[in-house]
């Protein structure tokens, strides 16, 4: 039954048993008038004196009896359906409990939903001699059933006020916290008269009072729009309110919302319109109206008989007073009240609550209602009993959070192919990041689902997906894991995804299969899984604008527009999507990659990020108040699509638990599962757990594509998917030296020792000799350290301070051309092995290589540049750290700058290499950690890499101090 209807037969019920009453109260006066001497007045109802009354004829004892049945009954029927908080006097013991039952906190079980709420006494006078006045509650329905409307005089508008007060205390305390929205229109008083319910304010349940006729106006269009909106959404044609909707046993999905007119507004044509459709339409959708007008107050015609403020929809309460103004007095007595409801009754209003009830009432709900907000359903509920059970062939879903109608499932498919979150600093993206991948996860197994992750800020929330030390844990379904990612690594994730897109496209022309399914079908040789790319904060990947974030934008578009084939899936979460250079800076590429994003998830934010993030016209997410409450749209953030829901919290022992889970499956798994590819944007590189230096065997490090006929100089591990560690050949060609450029000490000694150590991995025995000059005394640890591990593998080490530098470039000159002579005599120079000149800090040494020998006429000078020169063709290489760029191009002489064609810089801004990286932008470098990488014969670009740590440090497979 819907609301109105309910609300009218109870009214029917009530003012029929009245009636009964009153029509044989006329009976009994008219025989009274008889059993008179003729001239009496006919008196009114109200004015029924007892005395004046003859004796009850025996006749009418009956119907007597049967008024004072139906009297009962209308009695109980207000009483019992405005039950507790709704009905209960000011006095009562509900008032004093420390939690109203169905209010603050609510109680299990089926919501409390009062039909009427009291607002005082009908009265009844007595029908016959000796009888008594009867009292019925004077009971209006509101809620789910009509609006109200209170008519009095300037004078009485206390009184009118008052009843506001009280209705509103027993609504507050009836419903459950935030179950209910209050805006009050004051354009007299300015919110004086409800200024108990102030506190509310913070908590969302009572608006900003509204005392100027155009703040009315846009919150009436905002309720009409409300109505509208629930009216297509809720009741969808299938119900007719949403009490009945409710009744079909769907959750309340809306608050109830009041609108307080202390004042009857004279509003323009549209407003006027607006105000009638909200009072009409708005009772079924939980949308009520409360007026009190007063003549002079705009709202009553005076003496025109008719109150123009009428409303649609409402019982009414009438000020006698004002009904004498308007020439319909019937006789009541001043200070009385007419209801719709009780006809020619008389009616007295309750008293006000007492002020310490309504402040009761109003720090219990905004108690109640921030109780509510802290109070995050846990993802625990919505995790499946058997874990990997679900098929991802049509796509993945997740309930992740919980709606007004029950729990909200984020889905990963055809239809919502990519995801966007977003919301403020602390709004609960991160963590619904987690949910996500912890529900997926538990419903998916490996076979069906990969994921990449990607953190780009310092939080760690990733770095529970990988292992770490005293936590064997990892995810079976990550390919990546990527925690404080470089902007680097994160592309070339990117770059795995489409090149995953194009193997797929590949065998789906192949199988003649158009979409994911069809390959599944077609193909069994592979699972096919489907991929969820998650980054956190990626917008970090597209700033600035240089041509890693190009590549980045352009990767996105890519994915973003063709992963629906492939089943490559993103799901990107940002604080902030406004001002994104690389996304504003290419025409059309905001467009053209959010727009396939159907699916948005806004946490919290600004009103300017919600238009971003959702919609031009759609500032839902601004309005949003708590942490992990959010609106999510399936529909490119159309506000039609706005589900307003509560993120579950991922509670940690429940995270336990299905960690614990996964880890017996896969301890389980034959063939062994495969830990995910980590990379730790702080963490070191350390050559001696690196995969690429422990496969080495005293053979070159193969590369892909490439005849591994040289020595790979290993310098870092590249911001990349594969392979694990990069470097510079040291090929017998003109140029194939290592100049390690920078004045980051640390990140320049590991990466001289890394390329040392890696090559005397790859040199069999007695295939390469090491000269090392610590040219800095600081540095003599370090070479000691290297010389070390070189002397382990069997080559000769020579480590010399300063003092030693002219005489080692001397012996390499002479050596060098000693090679040469040979070779040109045809004496097998081929057999000679490598010969690695090592120096840590030319820098330091370079003031000793000016001087020239008063025998030979060479300077040291003359000697490097034979050894940067003519030294590879020989098999001579020069591996030596510069502090300074400028340096090094002093020291190989002018024109040329190319001798040594490789070079790995740290710690400096990308314009100081320009000139070396061959007139090319370098936009890395400065960060600790980290270097560039360039090698004039082998790279397009130059690349970032992390440097391997200093030996010694980082791994308990190293011997030897550290730097
Ligand atoms: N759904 C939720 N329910 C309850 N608490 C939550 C919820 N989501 C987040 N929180 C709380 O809020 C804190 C911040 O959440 P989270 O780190 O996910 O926010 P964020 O939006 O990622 O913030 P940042 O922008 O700083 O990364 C969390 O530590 C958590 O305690
Ligand atoms: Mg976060």
Not at 233 to 262: H, K
Not at 487 to 494: K, N, S, T
Not at 692 to 698: E, S, V
Not at 925 to 938: C, E, K
């Amino acid at each position: 039954m819907s609301g109105t209807r309910r609300a009218r037969l109870l009214v029917s019920g009530i003012t029929e048993s009245l009636e009964a009453a009153l029509a044989l109260a006329d009976q009994l006066d008219e025989q009274a008038t008889e059993l008179a001497s003729g001239a009496l007045p006919v008196p009114s109802a109200a004015a029924l004196d007892p005395e004046t009354l003859g004796a009850v004829p025996a006749d009418l004892a009956g119907d007597l009896d049967q008024v004072a049945l139906a009297l009962s009954e209308a009695g109980a029927l207000a009483r019992r359906q405005a039950p507790a908080f709704a009905g209960a006097g000011w006095d009562a013991p509900e008032w004093r409990g420390t939690l109203p039952a169905g209010g603050a906190d609510p109680t299990p079980g089926p919501p409390v939903r009062p039909g009427l709420w009291r607002l005082g006494r009908i009265l009844v006078p007595p029908l016959a001699r000796g009888e008594r006045t009867v009292e019925v509650p004077l009971a209006v329905p509101l809620l789910d059933a009509g609006n109200l409307q209170i008519e009095t005089t300037r004078p009485r508008r206390g009184e009118a006020v008052g009843l506001v007060r009280g209705l509103l205390t027993r609504i507050l305390a009836s419903v459950p916290p935030g179950g209910v929205r209050i805006t009050v229109y004051d354009p007299h008083e300015l919110g004086a008269g409800l200024a108990a319910f102030a506190p509310l304010r913070v908590a969302g349940v009572v608006g900003p009072t509204l005392t100027s006729r155009a703040r009315l106006e846009l919150a009436l269009a905002e309720l009409s729009g409300e109505v509208g909106r629930i009216t297509v959404e809720r009741l969808a044609g299938r119900f007719d309110s949403l009490r009945e909707r409710e009744d079909a046993g769907l959750p309340r999905s809306e608050p109830w919302r009041l609108l307080v007119l202390l004042g009857w507004p004279s509003l323009p044509d549209e407003a006027a319109r607006a105000l009638d459709a909200v009072a009409s339409q708005g009772p079924s959708c939980g949308v009520h109206v409360i007026a009190v007008v007063e003549p002079g107050g705009g709202g009553v015609d005076v003496p025109g008989g008719r109150a123009a403020g009428r409303l649609p929809n409402a019982e009414t309460i009438t000020a006698v007073e004002l009904l004498a103004l308007r020439g319909e007095s019937d006789g009541g007595m001043p200070g009385g009240w007419r209801s719709t409801l009780s006809g020619l009754l008389g009616c007295v209003l309750d008293a006000p609550p007492p002020s310490v009830v309504v402040s009761d009432v109003t720090a219990r709900v905004a108690a109640g209602v921030e109780r509510a907000a802290a109070r995050a359903p846990d993802l625990g509920g919505l995790l499946p009993a058997g874990l990997w059970e679900y098929e991802s062939s049509a796509g993945v879903s997740v309930p992740v959070a919980h709606g007004p109608d029950g729990e909200v499932t984020l889905a990963f498919d055809d239809d919502t192919v990519h995801g966007l979150v977003g919301g403020q600093a602390g709004a609960g993206k991160s963590t619904l990041l987690l949910d996500v991948v912890y529900g997926l996860a538990a419903r998916y197994g490996p076979d069906q689902l990969r994921f990449h992750l990607l953190d780009f800020k310092e939080g760690l929330e990733f770095a529970q997906f990988a292992a770490r030390p005293g936590d064997p844990f990892y995810l079976p379904h990550a390919d990546t894991v990527g925690i404080e990612s470089d902007r680097e690594f994160g592309v070339a994730v990117l770059r795995a995804a489409r090149d995953e897109m194009q193997r797929r496209s590949v065998t789906m022309r192949a199988v003649g299969a158009r979409d994911l399914r069809g390959l599944r079908a077609a193909d069994r040789s592979s699972a096919w899984p489907r991929t969820l790319i998650v980054i956190d904060e990626f917008q970090v990947m597209l700033t600035p604008l240089d041509a890693v974030a190009r590549e980045a934008v352009a990767l996105l578009e890519v994915i973003a527009r063709q992963g629906r084939a492939y089943g490559i899936h993103l799901l990107l979460a940002s604080q902030t999507l406004s001002g994104i250079d690389a996304l504003d800076a290419t025409a059309g590429k905001r467009g053209s990659i959010f727009g396939q994003f159907a699916l948005r998830v806004a946490l919290r934010t600004s009103i300017s990020e919600s238009r971003v993030l959702l919609s031009t016209a759609n500032e839902a997410a601004g309005a949003l108040s708590g942490v992990g409450e959010a609106i999510v749209n399936r529909r490119n953030g159309h506000p039609i699509g706005n589900e307003h829901v509560r993120v579950a919290y991922p509670d940690p022992k429940v995270i336990a638990g299905l960690r614990e889970r996964i880890e017996a499956l896969v301890a389980q798994a034959v063939p062994p599962m495969r830990a995910p590819r980590v990379f730790v944007g702080h963490a070191p590189a350390v050559l001696a757990d690196n995969p690429a230096f422990q496969a080495l065997a005293g053979r070159p490090a193969p590369l892909p594509g490439e005849a591994a006929g040289d020595p790979l100089a290993f310098v870092g591990v590249p911001l990349d998917l594969a392979p694990p560690a990069v470097g510079v050949r040291l090929a017998r060609l003109p140029g194939r030296h290592l100049a390690i450029l920078g004045p980051l000490r640390r990140e320049a000694v590991g990466m001289v020792q890394a390329a040392a150590v890696s090559v005397g991995a790859q040199t069999p025995r007695g295939g390469l000799v090491v000269d090392v000059v610590a040219a800095d005394p600081a540095t003599v640890a370090a070479a000691e350290v290297m010389a070390d591990v070189l002397r382990r593998s069997g080559h000769p080490t020579h480590v010399t301070d300063v003092t030693g530098l002219r005489g080692v470039l001397g012996s390499a000159a002479a050596e060098i051309r000693a090679r040469e002579e040979a070779a040109l005599a045809g004496r097998g120079e081929a057999a000679a092995g490598m010969r690695l000149i090592v120096v840590f800090a030319m820098d330091a040494g370079r003031a000793g290589l000016e001087a020239r020998d008063d025998a030979s006429r060479r300077s040291g000078l003359d000697d490097l540049r034979t050894l940067t020169r003519r030294g590879p063709a020989t098999g001579v290489h020069l591996l030596c750290w510069w502090r300074a760029p400028s340096r090094l191009v002093d020291d190989l002489g002018p024109g040329h700058r190319d001798d040594i064609a490789a070079w790995a810089a740290t710690g400096l801004p990308g314009g100081d290499l320009f000139g070396l990286a061959g007139h090319r932008p370098v936009t890395a470098g400065t960060t600790p950690n980290r270097a560039v990488l360039f090698d004039r014969h082998a790279q397009a670009e130059p690349r970032t890499v992390v440097p391997f740590a200093p030996l010694g440090t980082g791994s308990a497979a190293e011997s030897g101090a550290a730097v």
